[in-house]
């Protein structure tokens, strides 16, 4: 089982849509998350931390459930800028500063 | 802009050979992690480097090794290259303490073996 699995998409969906990533992770000592955004041929860059209260940036949502060890990315009135692979991302702490990724997201934004 | 730097950007070898890819952190960072992204997959951890030691490896064979020098800078080594090494390479700094530090990743080295 990997460690941090995803639905790997290609989510396609019109302007202004509002669309919902998922991911869950193995580990229960896992203390950080993360999502990164990476677009095609790029390097991946941090989309927002993730926080137990959950936690918003415009129109960015993102959601914690350490319970059930899943986290998501809610994207509300979605842009043709959207257009990425969206990782998501879970650092295990305990002095370890490695990230673990998923093999992440593909959305699609149509005009 | 991230201010971390990688070089070079794109490299073609053959089997067997031997490759350095270079890094520069961001400043103000003492820690450089370095990972390996093969197509249509999430980038897997190779090893960290802080304060010029080895803070932790990921299910690397030997022949990945690494270096940090004084100034934080880092290389990355792979000897004897094999067809499934050709991937991107990135290069993440972030300042130690704490694991809820965000990494800053570079642009990457686009690494290809024939």
């Known amino acids: 089982r990997k460690e941090v699995e995803q639905d790997p998409g290609p989510f396609n969906v019109p302007e202004g849509a509002t669309v919902a990533f998922n991911c869950t992770y193995s580990?229960?000592?896992?203390?950080?998350f993360f999502w990164y955004r990476q677009d095609c041929r790029k390097e991946p860059k941090l989309l927002m931390s993730v926080y137990s209260s959950g936690n918003e940036d415009g129109r960015f949502t993102a959601q914690l459930n350490r319970a059930s060890q899943y986290i998501s990315l809610l994207i509300r009135d979605s842009k043709l800028s959207d257009s990425a692979t969206y990782l998501c991302?879970?650092?295990?702490?305990?002095?370890?500063?490695?990230?673990?990724f998923g093999s992440g997201t593909r959305l699609q934004v149509q005009p | 802009e991230t201010g971390v730097t990688q070089s070079p950007t794109h490299l073609i070898k053959t089997r067997g050979q031997q490759v350095t890819l270079r890094c520069s952190s961001q400043s103000g960072h003492n820690t450089v992690s370095w990972y390996q992204q093969a197509l249509g997959q999430g980038p897997q951890f190779i090893f960290q480097y802080y304060r010029e030691e080895e803070n932790g490896r990921g299910n690397f064979p030997p022949r990945f090794s690494g270096l940090q020098f004084p100034n934080y800078s880092s290389e990355l080594n792979v000897n004897a290259l094999e067809l499934d090494d050709s991937a991107l390479y990135l290069c993440?700094?972030?300042f130690g303490g704490g694991s809820n530090q965000p990494q800053h990743f570079g642009d990457g080295t686009r690494l290809s073996i024939l």
């Open positions: 991302v879970v650092n295990v702490g305990a002095g370890r500063r490695a990230l673990t």
């Open positions: 580990n229960s000592a896992s203390q950080s």
């Open positions: 993440a700094s972030s």
